[in-house]
Every structure is written in C-alpha cells, then in structure tokens.
C-alpha cells in the first residue's frame, strides 16, 4: 500500500532550510496537502491487466499486472532494456499493447489514441518550446483543448503560485536554471489536472546536488496536487526517495513490488537483493534445523551459517543468503553464541566521507564489504589495509533467497 504523504513531512522542513539558503524559494502553501491515507481510503485509480508488447516476437513487456491507487507516487525501476519505458509508452499511448488492458478510472484505454487520454507526461529533456515564454509554455496545452481565456489565466496563474515562478512568467526556457526549467515543464503537466502524470527520468538532465533538493520538491509539488504519478527511473534512490512504492522490473516482468524499506530490508528474489543497494550473497545448504535457527553450509565461510528459523529453505535445495554491507561489524573479539563470523584480510578501503566500505577477502578467497562510520575507523587500533579483522553478524541480519 502506498505510504502517508505526512511521512515526508521532516525531509519537508529540511528541504524548506536548504532552499532558502541556497538562494532559491520554497513551494508556496498554495493548494492544501491532502490528509494521510489509511488503507481503507485507498481507491484503485489504474489497472495494469495482463499487459504484454512484443517486437519481432520478442517481448519487452511479459504478461504484467498492477494496480496503482489514488494520489500515489509509484516508480518502475529497473536496468535498461528491463521494458520500464515501453511501460511507460503504453500508459502514454504511444505504444499499442500487444494484448491486456490499461484500465484507467473504470475506461479500458489500450486502443484510446493519447490526445484522448487524462494522461500527462513529463519528458527528460522538458520539451519546453524554446520561443514561448513560461507562461506561454504553460497554457499551450489549456489552448490546445480551447478553453475559456479567463479560465486559462486562471489555471496558469494557479500553476505559476504552485511551483513558485511567478516573478518568471515573461521569461523564455534559455533564461531559466535547469531546476526552474524542470519546475515549468512540471507545472504546463498538471495545467490540464490530468488524472495520472507520467514521469519519464525526470531528475535525468540535472547535476547530482540539484537532483537531491528536486526530488523532495517535486515529491511535494505532486502530493499538494494530489495527483496520481508513474515514473520511469534507473536510479534506485530517486525512486526511493520520492515513490511510496517500486515495482523493479527485469526482462519484462515485474520481479518485486513493493515499498522502499519493504524492497530493501526483505528482497524476495536474488535480482531485487543485488538491484537496490549493495548485498554480499552467500551459496548455502541446510545442515541444521535448530529451534533458534537454521544452520546452512557456505562454501565460502569456514563456519557454519546461522539464518532465521523461518526462513523457508527445503533440504537439499541450495539457497543464496543476502547481507547488506552496513548490517556486519568488525569484532575485535569472537562473538557470543548465536553470531555469525568470519575472518579474512582488508583489501580496500573506500571512504565516502561520513562512511567507508571495508572490501575484505576470506580465507576461501569470497569476498564481503562491511560498512563502518568513519568516527569509529579513526580509532586508535582501528584495522586498516592489510590487516586481518573478524566479520561479525547475527541471524536476523541474512535474507535468505531461493530465486
């Protein structure tokens, strides 16, 4: 289920700070924040059914099915060639399915051509017209549909106050920064107050700094509006950051859905372990059922593995263990009973400023990362290249994966 739009609120506060002191102006109060949903307000807004497109036999979208719900933020993430975009194309209608349905509100839309469509989408590069101004920009579409002049004022009067270009207006696209330029092109989007928006790499044009502070905006923008939104994304913390929930895709089918921490914390597959993050993954066999856990022999580890009691392992059945890097520890000395460990050699040391990843070999040459915060590397005795260190981690720790 989609998370509360008031989860958000602290990055919000934070977000608000950062703005003002980098010299830019915050999303105005101007359209009320839609209160957070319980499950029971949650109202199916698109379908996905059985939705398949091949290309010369070949299929880029598998027999998918999806339900995307009221007001939600959902991202399709995944490498590429995975069929995000033909997804995407479909939604739009710029693709015709080869068999399912695009049911959007109750209307089948699979053979609607796109102009008929309460669909909107935002393109990577913004598609803005470069001799329109940004209020030009944002009406063209209103125009388009022949609306009443004083409602089209109106509407991009509105669209200017939400994403706070107002003092904007009269300016053309090349005067703009690449953040005010994404602002416009997401304010000409919601002008027509289409029933879904459709996202297509939208931080993809702007640098790593501008890209942090735009996610939280937009995430924003789009959760004043209310609207519902799909996005098409490679990059894992984009659409973790700014989607309630993911749907990674690979070779056309959907491989997990679910919420962020959901997908991170409990992988259901290999793919989805090794796609979000980084993991180290171990081979493994039962050995072992005991009441607090399940032992597994790991070719890599010299010590038995101990993993939760309620992992579903079958004997004889090899399975993979996932380990997220920041969830092992560096003991000093052997852990208490029921800890897993491991020792091996520190190869690499990568710092990232507030962290570094430990890359260390073990002693039947597999290699694991270990992260550690850079206030307890600078230590006195702290291990350093070269140096031999124990590995430590609980049972609770490992995600064990049969696909």
């Known amino acids: 289920m989609p998370r509360a739009a008031g989860n958000r609120r602290t990055?919000?506060?934070?977000?608000?700070?950062?703005?003002?002191?980098?010299?830019?102006?915050?999303?105005?109060?101007v359209i009320p924040r839609p209160q957070a949903k319980t499950p029971k307000a949650l109202t199916p807004l698109l379908e996905i059914r059985n939705l398949t497109k091949s290309f010369d036999g070949q299929h880029a979208v598998d027999d998918v099915n999806l339900t995307i719900y009221k007001g939600?933020?959902?991202?399709?993430?995944?490498?590429?060639?995975?069929?995000?975009?033909?997804?995407?194309?479909?939604l739009a209608g710029f693709e015709q399915p080869t068999a399912g349905q695009i049911v959007l509100d109750g209307v089948d839309l699979a053979r609607v051509p796109p102009y008929q469509r309460p669909i909107n989408m935002m393109f990577q590069s913004y598609a803005l017209f470069p001799h329109m101004t940004v209020e030009q920009n944002i009406a063209f579409g209103l125009k388009q549909d022949k609306l009443p002049k004083a409602e089209i004022t109106s509407r991009v009067q509105e669209m200017l106050a939400l994403v706070h270009m107002q003092e904007f207006a009269k300016r053309k696209p090349h005067q703009l920064s690449g953040g005010q330029r994404q602002r416009v092109a997401l304010a000409r989007s919601l002008a027509k107050r289409p029933k879904l928006l459709l996202l297509d790499e939208p931080m993809g044009a702007l640098d790593k700094k501008l890209r942090d502070r735009m996610q939280l905006e937009v995430v924003d923008i789009l959760e004043r509006v209310g609207v519902t939104c799909v996005m098409v994304?490679?990059?894992?913390e984009e659409a973790m950051t700014m989607a309630g929930?993911?749907?990674?895709?690979?070779?056309?089918?959907?491989?997990?859905?679910?919420?962020?921490?959901?997908?991170?914390?409990?992988?259901?597959?290999?793919?989805?372990?090794?796609?979000?993050?980084?993991?180290?993954?171990?081979?493994?066999?039962?050995?072992?059922?005991?009441?607090d856990g399940l032992v597994l022999d790991s070719p890599g580890l010299t010590h038995?593995?101990?993993?939760?009691?309620?992992?579903?392992?079958?004997?004889?059945?090899?399975?993979?263990?996932?380990?997220?890097?920041?969830?092992?520890?560096?003991?000093?000395?052997?852990?208490?009973?029921?800890?897993?460990?491991?020792?091996?050699?520190?190869?690499?040391?990568?710092?990232?400023?507030?962290?570094?990843?430990?890359?260390?070999?073990?002693?039947?040459?597999?290699?694991?990362s270990a992260q550690?915060?850079?206030?307890?590397?600078y230590r006195k005795g702290a291990p350093t290249w070269g140096d031999e260190v124990r590995l430590c981690w609980d049972a609770d720790s490992c995600v064990v994966l049969t696909v």
């Open 72 to 90: 939600e933020i959902f991202a399709l993430l995944g490498a590429s060639g995975c069929g995000k975009s033909t997804l995407l194309r479909m």
């Open 233 to 236: 994304t490679h990059d894992q």
């Open 372 to 377: 550690l915060q850079n206030e307890h590397r």
């Open 11 to 29: 990055a919000m506060v934070r977000l608000h700070h950062d703005l003002i002191s980098a010299g830019e102006h915050p999303v105005n109060d």
């Open 304 to 368: 038995p593995l101990k993993v939760d009691p309620d992992a579903s392992v079958v004997d004889n059945v090899p399975v993979w263990v996932a380990l997220r890097p920041e969830k092992i520890m560096l003991c000093e000395d052997p852990p208490a009973d029921g800890y897993n460990f491991a020792v091996g050699e520190v190869i690499y040391i990568a710092y990232l400023g507030d962290l570094s990843i430990y890359h260390v070999r073990l002693k039947s040459g597999q290699m694991l």
């Open 245 to 291: 929930r993911i749907a990674i895709m690979n070779r056309g089918k959907f491989v997990q859905i679910g919420e962020p921490e959901e997908i991170y914390e409990h992988p259901t597959t290999r793919y989805s372990a090794e796609f979000i993050g980084s993991v180290n993954v171990f081979e493994g066999l039962v050995k072992e059922r005991q009441e």
